[in-house]
């Protein structure tokens, strides 16, 4: 399933408190306590979304944070993602 990259940015503002830095965005982990911004964003010209956090969380418990915000479709098929 391809994510839909504009509603996936204005999620990142809303709910993780995203800017645009350089051609990517910062934005704060929504894995552990962040008080300021360590979660780098972006997306391949493929359209496919790459994140990092920079304070060290693994890849896998950032997907699950952002899983349980609705960043992503549930794991049960659900509509909650985008």
């Known amino acids: 399933m391809k994510l839909n990259k504009e509603k996936l940015v204005i ?7 995203a800017r645009k830095c350089a051609d990517g965005w910062i934005a704060k982990c929504p894995a552990h306590e962040d008080s300021s911004p360590s979660l780098s964003l972006n997306f391949t010209e493929s359209g496919k979304l790459l994140w990092k956090c920079h304070a060290g969380c693994s890849q896998m418990l950032v997907f699950d944070s952002m899983l349980k ?3 992503f479709p549930s794991k049960k098929g659900g509509a909650n993602g985008i």
């Open 11 to 17: 999620k990142f503002v809303n709910e993780l408190n």
């Open 69 to 71: 915000l609705g960043f």
